[in-house]
């Protein structure tokens, strides 16, 4: 019997306050609980557990409203793919067993290990479920968060909170049952959508598309191949919103296989409005609970968090903003293996002589040619079309003034360009970008074309032309000893 004790809990956090996110993203994927497509503005990681519960798209939001503040929109997905167990492992020298049973919520690499040697009622044990055995880029293995100490349960079985997983303890034949440090392993792999599950969210995603900068399909594809065609899915998703003047970039997971493989899966997926994020990563998590601190996750929510912070017009993988905060390990470093950036995935890396890591680039899946390389071009390009089409719709249907040709009259078109202009430049000119200076472009214009027969087609041709900002991603330098430095 243990002598008397208490115990001190510090709830953090526990206000829940979140700054203002400068992009607000819309994040979907499976969760334990909440409505389906249904769209919920969520501010912190306190409530985007209390009405979504746990798996990837709490997981995920949560590290994105840490990252960039609120609000941002959650949308549960109809999940196609019940989460897995794979079979139990015991490293042992006693008789005893565990199975299990159970969809679990999230992926986990789960360890028990045995802390009291004794059977059904008197052993003890811990668990961890980011028991991943890692070793970072310092040679340094990451420790497993576990649980306190636990009493084997009489009955045999002990379920996990947090989890969907029950364990049974069975005992075997003895005499030693369960020995002191026996461990027993297993891997979990997380519930997934379909396309049709993204696609049954569609009208809901179109009902509220002016509130959202970019679209975020959250947890780990489980092969290349899914995760190539659930891009694809998502292109046609956000192409069908710009039918409808409603315009987005996405995110996407590229799944954890190889190099090779993933290039090989991602050869026919070409679109300007998504990004596929290549690799995973370990993190601290923002709802951490007894044996989940550091889960292994994609790294698609590292970009979510980046480009929700971010302005538009900043390149996220802009050195000066910062290291991811709270990631200690990547799978795929681009600055140590730099073959998939040339192949149109966004991926972490590091930079040498700084400590964590960063985004390379978050390469959109252009053509060739194409000007939209980046997905900071796409946002200013996204902004720009809203703009221009909410402004125009202003004119719809307006009466204008003719020239003797049929033509409109230059003053009427002047009154057109004056109030596009105004609100144009409220959006890309005039805000102070992340070099403290104004403006999310160099330079733009809106003209009305003279030329068109308005009486005879009824239709007013207009032109924006938009010069960007440039980025200093190479600097080239020569360095040496002189007598005359120039000074």
């Keep these: 019997m243990t002598i008397p004790s208490q115990t001190i809990t510090i709830k953090d956090p526990g206000l829940g306050l979140i700054e203002i996110a400068a992009n607000t993203p819309l994040l979907t994927g499976i969760s334990s609980s909440g409505t389906a497509t249904q769209l919920v503005s969520v501010q912190s990681p306190t409530d985007a557990v209390t009405l979504f519960g746990q798996g990837p798209l709490v997981e995920d939001s949560c590290r994105v409203l840490n990252e960039a503040g609120g609000p941002v929109l959650m949308c549960r997905l109809t999940g196609s793919v019940a989460g897995t167990n794979s079979a139990v492992t015991a490293t042992a020298t006693g008789t005893g067993t565990i199975t299990l049973a159970g969809a679990p919520y999230d992926s986990y690499n789960a360890e028990v290990q045995i802390t009291t040697a004794g059977t059904l009622g008197t052993g003890k044990f811990k668990y961890a479920l980011d028991a991943h055995r890692l070793i970072n880029a310092n040679g340094i293995a990451f420790e497993p968060t576990w649980s306190a100490e636990i009493t084997i ?27 002191l440090a026996d461990k027993h392993t297993w891997t979990s792999t997380e519930p997934y959508y379909a396309v049709a599950d993204v696609d049954a969210a569609g009208d809901v995603f179109r009902l509220l598309a002016n509130q959202w900068r970019f679209l975020t399909l959250c947890g780990m594809s489980p092969t290349a191949a899914g995760a190539a065609t659930m891009a694809t899915g998502l292109a046609t998703e956000l192409s069908s919103e710009a039918t409808l003047f409603r315009y987005a970039r996405g995110f996407v997971d590229a799944a954890g296989d190889t190099t090779s493989n993933t290039i090989t899966a991602f050869a026919a997926v070409e679109d300007r409005r998504i990004a596929t994020c290549y690799g995973r990563c370990v993190r601290s998590t923002l709802k951490p609970f007894a044996g989940w601190g550091t889960p292994k996750r994609s790294v ?119 109030a596009v202009l105004r609100q144009l430049r409220a959006q890309l000119t005039e805000p102070i970008n992340a070099e403290g200076k104004r403006g999310h472009v160099s330079a733009l214009n809106f003209t009305v074309d003279l030329t068109n027969n308005v009486l005879l087609t009824g239709q007013i041709n207009t032109e924006v032309a938009i010069r960007p900002l440039g980025y200093g991603e190479y600097f080239v330098t020569q360095i040496g000893f002189a007598l005359d430095v120039g000074v």
């Design 300 to 418: 698609v929510a590292e970009f979510a968090g980046r480009a929700a912070r971010e302005q538009i017009s900043t390149h996220l993988g802009r050195v000066a903003t910062g290291s991811l905060s709270g990631v200690m390990y990547v799978s795929h470093d681009e600055f140590q293996n730099q073959v998939m950036n040339v192949a149109k995935f966004s991926t972490l890396r590091s930079w040498a002589n700084r400590p964590g890591f960063y985004i390379t680039r978050a390469n959109l899946r252009s053509p060739p040619g194409s000007d939209f390389k980046y997905s900071h071009n796409g946002f200013v390009m996204d902004v720009a079309c809203t703009t221009v089409a909410n402004a125009l719709q202003e004119f719809a249907n307006k009466s204008f003034r003719v020239t003797s040709t049929g033509t409109i009259d230059p003053k009427d078109a002047k009154d057109i360009e004056s």
């Design 153 to 179: 349960p009489a009955g045999g079985t002990y379920a996990i909170p947090n989890t969907n997983i029950t364990m049974t303890f069975v005992p075997g034949a003895g005499p030693t049952f369960y020995a």
